[in-house]
């Protein structure tokens, strides 16, 4: 069982930068996060995959946002700048765990998660 501890979040105001961070307690395929606003559905934020350091972006956030991993520290680090009111959310970590299938997977989706952060909540004031 991996345990993630995320911190980094806060309130801030439209235009202002915030940087999470994620700390595992052991390996893992990838890591990654996603985001829950009131009212809506869980939303893929980005995603890291330690294999060939590859990066992947929500629509939302492409452009805005970067994830970054060490290895060593088993951390990933999602920078978020220009952040608007729509960035409000409760932001989770997550982290795959490698099996025979891990090559398929696109990272885009919850279901291809096995474990979860507690969230941190990220508001932005207008």
């Known amino acids: 069982q991996v345990q993630l501890a995320e911190s980094g979040g806060g309130l801030v105001q439209a235009g202002d930068s915030l940087r999470l961070s994620c700390v595992a307690s052991g390996r893992t395929y990838a890591m990654g996060w996603f985001r829950q606003a009131p009212g809506k559905e869980r939303e893929f934020v980005s995603a890291?995959?330690?294999?060939?350091?590859?990066?992947y972006y929500g629509d939302a956030v492409k452009g805005r946002f970067t994830i970054s991993g060490d290895w060593g520290l088993k951390t990933v680090v999602l920078q978020m700048n220009n952040l608007t009111p729509d960035d409000t959310a409760i932001y989770y970590c997550a982290a795959s765990k490698e099996t025979v299938y891990s090559g398929a997977y696109s990272l885009l989706w919850a279901y291809e998660y096995d474990y979860w952060g507690q969230g941190t909540q990220v508001t932005v004031s207008s």
């Open positions: 890291f995959k330690w294999g060939g350091r590859n990066t």
